[in-house]
């Protein structure tokens, strides 16, 4: 069972940080390649960085030194965003997915590659 919901979102004014959360309700996210992408208002949902089964992060240029996705190893059920020095085209819908992986250790960048999808989380981030 996977069912994914983001939390941790809010307004934050430019160079400040955040985090944001996903966990898995119905159980793990060790078995799954995990993904974070997002959809700015007007724009298509795009991505954001992934982590492979085995815990190894993948970022976008974009944000590879401001953004960092860690997982909690204790409880196995939370993948994280932490956000630094936040800009104001940083504001968007954050969303994790997760995509079942029996055996490949790899990342996915591409939405449809994904199965399954929390309901997002709204990052603003002012001037």
């Known amino acids: 069972q996977v069912h994914l919901v983001e939390s941790g979102g809010g307004l934050v004014q430019a160079g400040e940080s955040l985090r944001v959360s996903c966990t898995n309700s119905g159980g793990t996210i060790i078995n799954y390649s995990m993904g974070w992408f997002r959809q700015a208002p007007g724009k298509e949902r795009e991505f954001v960085g992934a982590m492979s089964r085995s815990g190894d992060p993948y970022y976008h240029d974009s944000v590879k030194d401001r953004f960092t996705i860690s997982r909690d190893n204790a409880k196995q059920n939370t993948l994280y965003l932490m956000m630094n020095n936040l800009k104001p085209e940083d504001t968007a819908v954050y969303y994790c997915?997760?995509?079942?992986?029996?055996?490949?250790?790899?990342?996915?960048?591409?939405?449809?590659?994904?199965?399954?999808w929390g309901q997002g989380t709204q990052v603003t981030v002012s001037s």
């Open positions: 997915a997760a995509k079942v992986v029996p055996s490949y250790n790899g990342y996915y960048v591409m939405e449809w590659q994904y199965d399954y």
